[in-house]
């Protein structure tokens, strides 16, 4: 794996973190709020889901909306909401708000402001429980682990 491809698997697993709050790879499975599962991943599960006084289609370990991954499928971008179809989704995510330049050089500084519309539990989102002081602690454990044999 390269630099580049250490601090993007990093980033994807903050964003992970800071969506769920755990480490754990079940996060692929959760609808909105963290209560409820899905088990069939051919395709976005499309449940809308009442948590915190909110309703949500979203789902999985990026909370992307259905509408976003319609989209995508459409695109061909995606085929399923499967976990690698899910990487890719958010990878493409990354790309569009113009923040995978700076994750590859592991600039989260920057990338954060312009991706906390799209993952509002990001430092600084209308939803985040998280400081960029964290954030950065993390990221850094995220390189550290994922730059390991």
Same mark, same amino acid.
């Given at each position: 794996?390269?630099?580049? $491809?250490?601090?993007?698997?990093?980033? %994807?697993? %903050? *964003?992970?973190? =800071?969506? @769920?709050?755990?480490?754990?790879?079940?996060?692929?499975?959760? %609808?909105?709020? +963290?209560?409820?599962?899905?088990?069939?991943?051919?395709? @976005? &599960?499309?449940?809308?889901?009442? =948590?915190?006084?909110?309703?949500?289609?979203?789902?999985?370990?990026?909370?992307? %909306?259905? =509408?976003?991954?319609?989209?995508?499928?459409?695109? +061909? *971008?995606?085929? $399923?909401?499967?976990? =690698?179809?899910?990487?890719?989704?958010? #990878?493409?995510?990354?790309?569009?708000?113009?923040?995978?330049?700076?994750?590859?050089?592991?600039? *989260? $500084?920057?990338? *954060? &402001?312009?991706?906390?519309?799209?993952?509002?539990?990001? &430092? +600084?989102?209308?939803?985040?429980? #998280?400081?960029?002081?964290?954030?950065?602690?993390?990221? /850094?454990?995220?390189? /550290?682990?994922?730059?390991? &044999?």
């Amino acid at each position: 794996m390269t630099k580049d $491809d250490i601090n993007v698997a990093a980033f %994807l697993r %903050l *964003i992970r973190f =800071a969506e @769920h709050h755990t480490d754990s790879d079940d996060v692929y499975f959760l %609808l909105y709020g +963290g209560q409820q599962r899905f088990t069939d991943t051919s395709r @976005h &599960p499309d449940k809308a889901v009442t =948590a915190w006084g909110r309703t949500s289609t979203a789902a999985g370990a990026y909370q992307i %909306l259905y =509408a976003t991954w319609k989209e995508a499928k459409e695109r +061909g *971008i995606v085929t $399923d909401f499967s976990k =690698a179809s899910q990487d890719k989704l958010a #990878m493409e995510k990354l790309r569009s708000r113009h923040a995978l330049g700076y994750i590859q050089q592991g600039d *989260i $500084d920057h990338a *954060i &402001p312009l991706l906390r519309k799209e993952w509002t539990s990001l &430092p +600084g989102g209308s939803q985040s429980k #998280m400081t960029m002081e964290e954030a950065r602690r993390l990221f /850094s454990r995220y390189v /550290s682990e994922a730059g390991k &044999p």
